[in-house]
Structures are given as C-alpha cells and as structure tokens.
C-alpha cells in the first residue's frame, strides 16, 4: 500500500494566485480528513468527509477555501484567492473506524 | 469544547534518562486517546492508543502512556530515551461514540535529546 498520497510537497506561490492541493486517500478507508500546521496553532482541523460528503467544515478559515471530495480516491483543497498568512503545512489523512489514520507527508505551502 | 492541552513546548532530556510528555484533554463524552509522533518533514505516526480497559498501554519503540480518568490526563513516558526519539509528539483525543468524527490534536511538544 502507498499511503496516502499528497502533492504536491513543496508549493510557493504569489500572492493572490490560486493554489489547488491534492490527496489521494487510502483503498478502503471511508473518511478524508484536511489538516493545516503552523508553529502558532499547531495541527489545526479544516474540513472532513465521510463517505465522500462533507461533515464538518467549520475550520475553513474563510471563503478563499474550498474542498470537494468528487470520489473515493481523490480530493482536493483549494485556496483562492492565496494569501502570505495561509503558508503553512497542510496535510491529508484518511481513516477506517475507529480512528485508524494515516496521514500523509504534508504539502509545505509557501505564499510570498 | 473539545480540547487537548500539552503543557510544554519544548522539552530537552539527557540520552539514557526517563521522559514523560504531558498531556490533558477536556472532552464531554467517553474519549478515545492517542499519541503521535512526527519526525521532520514527516507525517504524522500512531505511538499507541487507548480505547478501553487496562489504564496503562503500551506502544511502539517503548513508549507506553497512562490514562488517569480523575485528572483528564494520558502522559506519555519512556523509561530511556534514545537520540532518535527527537522529534514532536502530539497527543489527540476523539469521540469513543462517533468513531467517524475528526481527532482532536494539541499543539505538540518537541523533544530534544542531549549527548
């Protein structure tokens, strides 16, 4: 098994420029979590789905995110427009229950 | 509302000596615990987790945690630390009800090891 599958790893972008993050969960694995990390606020949870459908986005930060989950086997989160506060790591984990995660290695977000 | 709490940011021990990592949660129902381990530039690894029964469980690379449901603690504790434990811990806490909710994480310590 690969893991999960994140990419890119490294990520700079201008300010204002849309940035698109990108997961590939597990085989099997029912639930698609999206985490961001920052020294300030550690492991910060933004949004997760269940069975593909959105559960809990309340720790979008704002509208300029966005995640969709179109099938088993992908997803993506989406900044537009970026901004310099939004660099962070931004990692994807998917789980079977109970909690079984696995996490990927993380998506470094640099926006300058 | 839902919170895990480690109480410190940084941690230095001596190679060889005892380490415990603290940890306290406040979570309305019955939690499920667990510690993570993060090497740099890494994601993040499962250490060990407690569900139910015996207080004291045991994890990988000699790590082993204790959940003390009177305190609202799980500390984590290796009786010698190796240089190769450098690295940020998490400790997370979920829902033993909803298995399909999100884990809740603190903000991690970051452990170093001195020769």
């Known amino acids: 098994d690969a893991g999960v599958i994140q990419s890119p790893r490294h990520e700079v972008t201008e300010m204002g420029q849309e940035v698109t993050l990108r997961c590939k969960p597990i085989?099997?694995?029912?639930?698609l979590f999206w985490y961001r990390q920052t020294m300030m606020r550690g492991l910060e949870l933004l949004i997760y789905?269940?069975?593909?459908?959105?559960?809990?986005d309340s720790g979008m930060p704002e509208d300029r995110f966005s995640a969709k989950m179109p099938n088993a086997s992908f997803s993506t989160l989406k900044i537009q427009p970026s901004e310099p506060r939004d660099s962070a790591v931004y990692f994807c984990?998917?789980?079977?229950?109970?909690?079984?995660?696995?996490f990927g290695s993380g998506t470094r977000l640099t926006v300058v | 509302a839902q919170s895990v709490t480690q109480p410190d940011i940084h941690i230095t021990v001596s190679e060889g000596a005892s380490l415990e990592l603290r940890c306290n949660y406040s979570?309305?129902?019955?939690?499920?615990l667990f510690w993570y381990v993060q090497s740099p530039g890494q994601g993040l690894q499962l250490l060990l987790k407690?569900?139910?029964?015996?207080?004291l469980v045991q994890g990988i690379k000699g790590f082993e945690a204790e959940f003390k449901r009177s305190q609202s603690s799980f500390n984590l504790r290796k009786p010698s630390v190796h240089w190769s434990d450098a690295a940020e811990y998490f400790c997370?806490?979920?829902?033993?009800?909803?298995?399909?909710?999100?884990?809740?994480f603190g903000k991690g310590t970051t452990l170093s090891v001195s020769s």
């Open positions: 789905f269940n069975n593909n459908v959105p559960i809990d």
């Open positions: 085989s099997g694995h029912n639930s």
């Open positions: 979570y309305g129902a019955t939690p499920y």
């Open positions: 407690y569900f139910s029964g015996d207080t």
């Open positions: 997370a806490v979920g829902s033993a009800n909803q298995a399909g909710t999100a884990l809740i």
């Open positions: 984990a998917s789980s079977s229950p109970p909690y079984r995660y696995t």
